[in-house]
């Protein structure tokens, strides 16, 4: 399972005092893209290939409050993917420093080739990467977004 320990920052907290919603997202995103670093994929070799993700919806569900430097262990997983690796589905949950889940975040996206602004199949050494993800419980196959 890939997970990191982040901070909940000055920046990720609302009005109520707790860890914000975008900064769900935003964590969410920086933890996928750590993970796609880590595998031979930074954001340069995104840019060489002229393919990057993109999010189309997001979920996102609050178990408990996170505060102000509360420490958080986030992970990433694969809820669903298509064939060609054309859709995804990923899963980040948030853990507190005492292991209870905290939220739980699953982003529906693809690859969207940066030139032509539609959604492509994953070049396949980038399929390999994220077929490489644990997989969740509930892991769907997804149908490809290639017509």
């Known amino acids: 399972m890939f997970a990191r320990n982040l901070v909940a920052s000055w920046g990720d ?3 109520n005092a707790h860890m914000a919603d975008t900064a769900y997202l935003d964590k969410s995103a920086d933890l996928r893209m750590m993970f796609f670093a880590e595998n031979g994929f930074p954001m340069s070799e995104f840019v060489r290939l002229r393919v990057g993700p993109v999010v189309q919806k997001d979920e996102i569900e609050y178990q408990r409050e996170v505060n102000l430097l509360d420490t958080l262990r986030g992970t990433l997983a694969l809820a669903g993917l298509a064939p060609d ?22 982003s529906a996206g693809g690859w969207l080739d940066l030139a032509a602004r539609r959604l492509v199949a994953a ?20 149908p490809s977004s290639m017509k």
């Open 85 to 106: 690796g054309s859709r995804w589905l990923m899963r980040n949950e948030f853990f507190r420093s005492d292991d209870k889940l905290a939220a739980r975040v699953t």
């Open 13 to 15: 907290m609302d009005f």
């Open 123 to 142: 070049p396949s050494a980038l399929l390999v990467v994220l077929t490489s993800l644990t997989r969740t419980a509930d892991f769907a196959a997804l």
